[in-house]
């Protein structure tokens, strides 16, 4: 028996994990006869780079999976979306991979055209698209505007800023911040008393540090806000995550991870929250 290699990807599903109204399973294995596959009117699709996915799905009302595809494959030539006509569904993505897998695809993809700067109180700029800005000095700066691409900053009270869509914004230093505006993007930070801010629909910001800040002003998105003492803000329809930990002889613990919609009533919008005795509290 012939053993098929397989194309690997990602997809999107509503919380039901249904796409197009038909319902999967995780580790289910899916084969159309339908012939030929093409992509957009049959088959099963996903796409083959991460972020690629938040074109079809918004990420406040959707989960993420890894897939296998096989069999018969049709292009999309504006994205990396395929169609094939067997599909495996594997493990679900959560949103700290999501992260990682994105950060990834878009060094790969920009490698060969990357603006980079070490010293510190520098700037990293870049405006082609599929590029990256890096930076790794202290008080320095890495800006990006093409679209598909990333601006990443290691240094302490630096900045990361991205403004093309399907883009990335990643800050690792201290007292940072990562920023977005274009649509289905991200920003990302790790570290402490730092801020993660995107202005685009169907983005995502997401924060780790300790006392840090996650801001989302587009529709459909999601704000996560994951270090101790730190807090979240969203816009009307979108959600936010905060947790909450405890002080122990032994360090830090955490203790609870709450996910709330935006609705104007409970949780206001434009509004930062915490998560104090298991409940959201303005910040």
Not at 189 to 211: F, K, T
Request: charged letters at 25%; one cysteine or more; glycine letters at 8%.
């Amino acid at each position: 028996m012939k053993k098929e290699n397989p194309i690997k990807g990602f997809k999107g599903f509503d919380k039901a994990l249904k796409c197009r109204d038909f319902q999967y399973k995780e580790s289910e294995v899916y084969e159309t006869k339908e012939k030929p596959v093409r992509c957009t009117e049959n088959g099963f699709h996903f796409c083959t780079e991460p972020l690629d996915i938040l074109i079809y799905y918004d990420p406040a009302n959707s989960v993420f999976h890894h897939v296998e595809g096989y069999g018969d494959v049709s292009k999309d030539n504006n994205d990396s979306k395929i169609a094939v006509s067997k599909i495996k569904i594997g493990a679900k993505i959560g949103i700290s991979e999501f992260v990682k897998l994105s950060f990834e695809a878009i060094f790969k993809r920009c490698k060969d055209n990357m603006a980079s700067n070490s010293g510190d109180r520098s700037m990293a700029s870049n405006s082609g698209y599929s590029s990256m800005a890096s930076n790794s000095g202290y008080s320095s700066m890495a800006s990006n505007s093409g679209y598909r691409s990333m601006a990443s900053n290691s240094g302490d009270r630096s900045m990361a800023s991205n403004s093309g869509d399907r883009s990335m914004a990643s800050n690792s230093g201290y007292s940072s911040m990562a920023s977005n505006s274009g649509y289905r993007s991200m920003a990302s930070n790790s570290g402490y008393s730092s801020m993660a801010s995107n202005s685009g629909d169907r983005s995502m910001a997401s924060n780790s540090g300790d006392r840090s800040m996650a801001s989302i002003e587009g529709a459909n998105s999601i704000a996560i806000a994951f270090g101790i003492d730190s807090k979240a803000k969203a816009s009307i329809g979108s959600f936010i995550t905060v947790s909450e930990w405890i002080d122990t002889n032994k360090g830090y613990k955490l203790k609870n991870v709450k996910t709330v919609k935006v609705d104007g009533k409970r949780i206001k919008a434009d509004t930062f929250y915490k998560l104090i005795n298991n409940k959201f509290t303005e910040a």
